[in-house]
């Protein structure tokens, strides 16, 4: 997924993407290499145990969404009727880990990064909120193997909820920090957000985490809107 989206960004900027290793195919691996035998440079003054914890929090609550994502008919780890719910507070639950690590980096940088991300993914939780609620009234039910199957008889909930569909997938890039929402991210004044101070496999966690709640994201669209 990361060549994918790569190369596609490559694309649009009239450049060439990862073209080495099996034209770009192994360049994931390379880079978990590299972040895996990396330095870990611990900052002064940090506070230690929060700063270590902070990625942690922020990849364990990517992963607990995908508990109640079905992945084919009764394929699924937790078949619970609020599972849309337990989806949506992983995601908000998430954003405890972007505010711990800007604030145990003990710099300014850090810390308004996870400012900025804290406010841009709860500002952004609000609308995805309403969205789940009208499709909820619409469908129900808050079983997303329930929501599947009602598409199947019916058709897909995007032809019907179009708004809410085209909000829901804005939202959805809001989330995950992508363009045109990184702003969380900012490079030119922020030079990193909330993982300035973090290196090695620390930051790998971060990316990963990020990269899960994009996938995750993908998947609840795919199956709210588009029929599972």
């Known amino acids: ?52 914890v902070a990625p942690a929090i922020s990849l ?23 599972g849309l719910i337990y989806v949506f507070i992983a995601s908000i639950l998430h954003v405890y880990g972007i505010i711990l690590a800007g604030w145990a980096s003990n710099s300014k940088y850090s810390f ?4 900025r991300s804290s406010a841009q993914l709860l500002a952004y939780d609000i609308t995805l909120g309403i969205c789940v609620v009208c499709l909820t009234i619409f469908t129900r039910s808050l079983n997303i193997n329930d929501i599947v199957e009602l598409q199947d008889k019916t058709g897909w909930n995007a032809f019907y909820l179009f708004p809410i569909f085209i909000i829901f997938c804005i939202c959805g890039i809001a989330e995950t920090n992508r363009h045109p929402f990184d702003m969380p991210e900012a490079e030119s004044e922020l030079v990193g957000g909330y993982t300035t101070e973090y290196s090695s496999i620390m930051f790998a966690f971060f990316f990963l985490a990020e990269y899960c709640s994009m996938l995750l994201m993908s998947f609840m669209i795919v199956h709210l809107f588009l029929g599972g």
Request: glycine share 8%.
């Open 1 to 52: 997924m990361t060549v994918i989206e790569r190369k596609f960004i490559a694309g649009t900027q009239n450049r060439k993407g990862p073209n080495k290793l099996l034209f770009g195919l192994l360049q994931p691996f390379a880079d978990a290499f590299k972040l895996l035998f990396k330095e870990q440079v611990f900052p002064r003054n940090i506070k230690f145990g929060v700063f270590v």
């Open 60 to 82: 364990v609550f990517a992963f607990i969404g995908w508990c109640f994502v079905p992945f084919g008919y009764n394929t699924i780890l937790s078949n619970i009727n609020l």
């Open 112 to 115: 308004l990064g996870a400012v």
